[in-house]
């Protein structure tokens, strides 16, 4: 016999002692109270709100970072606006007529046509 | 003694009667907070609504970025028209503390009198003053990072030219409102333009917009089409050059020159002297040298028009290519004369060649009296076939509708009204008592020598839109049928032989390449009527090219002061120099045949 098994057996035979008066137990429903409720609904509103409010300061800073980010973008694309103009004044052919390069040439007639 | 005296009962009375009144007081309290509540609220909605919002919800426009313009080097393309962030640096005097210090500040990085900058900052009544336009982003840097009260520094995207001055009356410029003015950027001001997005959101106190606003709206910016000319820059360049050599040699003082493709309407350069440099167009003092004159200022054509109206006889076959006719040397057309020039060798029997080549005004009268189906006298049915031809077949006295602002239509009189009609007409067969533009003229003639197709003059070869698709602009064929392919390969030969005839410093060699064209000398008239006395316009035009014309050339010279004819003297040579140039440069095929 083990140990939980002898137990059981020794508080049936207590119960059959006593013969008389035994105890049904019922199951009774147990429900909140009005001011239970109230306070669970307004610590429920607090958690939403925080919860809310957590998420717009989280997106607002996001948001920061989006702007952050734009202003970037808007500067890098200026420096590439100058550095495409640089690249065409270097190349337009004002500056390569006046090159050393150029100014080294010398002009030829031609000969003959090609047929 | 009953339980409960009067004594007694006068205390629970009072007190419900007191409750009573407490309630009321309330009620009526909160009645008024209500009725107050509901005015505020509901009533002055819309007032409050915009009160609060104005402080925090800001609009901003997103300005969309203008189309750069892309032109042809050789197989390759090159920006010529880009844009630039510069910047407005600009002070307000009322929060300027100390005046001296700032302007040292400002002539040390922008240049310039310091004591300039000075009055400007203390300038009264005025809290605006813009200190220097078009700084750049170091200058700029280097002012504000002094951090003086009441300087600041406004952003503003600029055109940048390259090529400086290249092509600038056909790119034309944008003003300060952001407004294309003049040529290319007035006619496609739209599609280079773009349309600016907007933001509409609530921001913080920077001006930050706040992300977790529902209300917030953002509409992107539709950026303006990338636009690719088919002009060609080195081509341009030359013609630019060989122009104003031309002129200097002519001593005239303005000129215009074009090339174009006859075989599809593609123009390949265009230039006019004087011009000017469209990133300083406010400093320009005479307004008139933004104008295109290729395409906004009709001249008289003079001679040019002959070989138009020797085409327009042969293909409605009043002539053959067989033709000849005695040439009197002057006709008395309503009690005035039309003659030649004295070197025409007077009067004799002349064919279609020499109408050209000695560029006779009676046989281009001839050719009129023709069309009437009369050999001595204009008639009505002459000056309405001529009139056909001129409007309906060479497209004069109509736009053209290339893609330049300001474009003229030029004058075609009309064939029965008005006085001395038949002297009218006579002038007309020879490029007088009508205007068009070099471009108008050009086009024509094209269509003369390429087969018969009046192709629309353009200079956009295809653009890319915002979403990066490219339309390739395709020659649009106005009408098939100006002259037949016959006439088209009849004339030719007359004006290759017209070339042949004519000395140019430098002789082509017209067994590899067809070189043809015509001059034109003709009197400038005047605002009030009549002509000027010693003043005339030269002009030339003619093609290059191979077994097929390849390139049509307009020159039109000014006023030249050089003696003898001005479209022998001033306008033959430059384009004996813009056909040697694309002979040389330019990939001319040479005939194969």
């Known amino acids: 016999m083990t140990y939980s098994s002898s137990l059981a057996v020794g508080r049936q035979n207590a119960f059959n002692n006593r013969g008389q008066n035994a105890v049904t137990f019922r199951k009774r429903d147990r429900s909140l109270g009005p001011i239970s409720n109230t306070i669970m609904l307004i610590v429920l509103a607090c958690v939403l709100g925080l919860l809310y409010l957590t998420q717009v300061t989280k997106t607002n800073a996001y948001g920061y970072k989006v702007n952050s980010l734009l202003e970037q973008q808007q500067q890098l694309k200026s420096e590439h606006d100058d550095l495409e103009v640089a690249s065409a004044r270097l190349q337009s052919l004002a500056r390569v007529q006046n090159s050393d390069a150029a100014k080294a040439m010398v002009s030829v007639a031609p000969a003959a046509t090609i047929q | ?593």
Do not use: C
């Open chain 2, 1 to 593: 003694m009953p339980p409960y005296s009067s004594g007694h009962l006068a205390k629970p009375i009072k007190s419900v009667l007191r409750a009573r009144l407490w309630y009321v007081l309330i009620m009526v309290i909160f009645g008024v907070f209500m009725v107050r509540l509901f005015y505020l609220q509901i009533i002055r909605h819309d007032y409050y609504k915009r009160s609060a919002t104005l402080g925090h919800l800001k609009e901003y426009e997103i300005p969309a970025d203008r189309g750069v313009i892309r032109a042809h080097n050789g197989s390759t393309t090159v920006p010529i028209v880009l844009n630039q962030t510069l910047f407005t640096v600009y002070a307000d005097p009322t929060l300027i503390k100390d005046a001296g210090k700032v302007a040292e500040t400002l002539s040390s990085v922008l240049k310039g009198d310091s004591r300039d900058y000075e009055d400007k900052l203390r300038t009264k009544d005025t809290r605006y003053v813009i200190i220097s336009r078009k700084v750049g982003k170091q200058q700029k840097d280097d002012i504000l990072k002094k951090k003086y009260p009441g300087v600041g520094a406004q952003e503003q995207s600029y055109r940048t030219y390259p090529n400086g001055s290249l092509a600038a009356q056909l790119l034309g410029f944008v003003n300060d409102e952001g407004k294309g003015t003049y040529g290319l950027e007035q006619a496609l001001n739209n599609e280079l333009a773009g349309k600016p997005g907007q933001l509409k959101a609530v921001t913080d106190i920077n001006g930050v917009p706040l992300a977790a606003n529902t209300d917030n709206i953002l509409t992107e910016p539709v950026k303006g089409s990338e636009v690719t000319l088919t002009i060609d820059v080195g081509m341009q360049q030359q013609l630019e050059n060989l122009l104003k050599a031309g002129l200097d040699r002519a001593k005239s003082d303005s000129g215009s020159a074009m090339i174009m493709d006859p075989n599809t309407g593609a123009v390949k350069a265009m230039a006019n002297w004087p011009t000017y440099d469209p990133a300083s167009y406010s400093k320009v003092e005479d307004p008139s040298v933004f104008t295109n004159a290729v395409v906004s200022s009709p001249l008289e054509i003079g001679s040019t028009m002959k070989p138009l109206t020797v085409a327009a006889a042969l293909d409605s076959g009043a002539v053959n290519t067989n033709f000849s006719y005695f040439d009197p040397s002057r006709y008395v057309i309503d009690d005035f004369t039309v003659k030649n020039i004295e070197e025409d060798g007077g009067p004799g029997t002349k064919n279609l060649a020499d109408v050209l080549n000695l560029s006779l005004n009676t046989g281009a009268t001839q050719m009129l009296m023709r069309m009437g189906g009369s050999g001595d006298k204009i008639n009505k049915k002459g000056r309405e076939t001529w009139h056909d031809y001129m409007a309906n077949h060479y497209l004069f006295g109509r736009g053209t509708g290339i893609e330049q602002g300001y474009e003229a239509e030029g004058i075609i009189p009309d064939p029965n009204k008005g006085y001395a009609r038949d002297l009218t007409y006579a002038n007309t067969s020879f490029g007088q008592a009508m205007t068009a533009t070099p471009l108008q003229l050009g086009a024509a003639f094209s269509a003369m020598i390429n087969g018969g197709t009046y192709y629309k003059p353009h200079l956009v070869d295809y653009t890319i839109n915002d979403r990066g698709k490219k339309i390739v602009k395709q020659p649009e064929a106005v009408n098939k049928n100006v002259v037949s392919s016959q006439v088209s390969r009849d004339i030719i030969p007359l004006l290759e032989y017209v070339v042949e005839q004519h000395a140019f410093s430098r002789k082509f060699d017209q067994k590899a390449y067809a070189v043809g064209g015509k001059t034109g000398t003709a009197q400038i008239a005047k605002p009030e009527g009549g002509y000027l006395d010693n003043d005339y316009n030269g002009t030339y035009v003619g093609f290059v090219g191979g077994d097929k014309p390849q390139y049509v050339i307009v020159v039109s010279v000014h006023k030249p002061k050089v003696p003898g004819y001005a479209g022998s003297r001033a306008a033959q040579p430059i384009f004996g120099d813009l056909a040697h140039m694309l002979i040389d440069s330019f990939n001319v095929t040479p005939k194969t045949r």
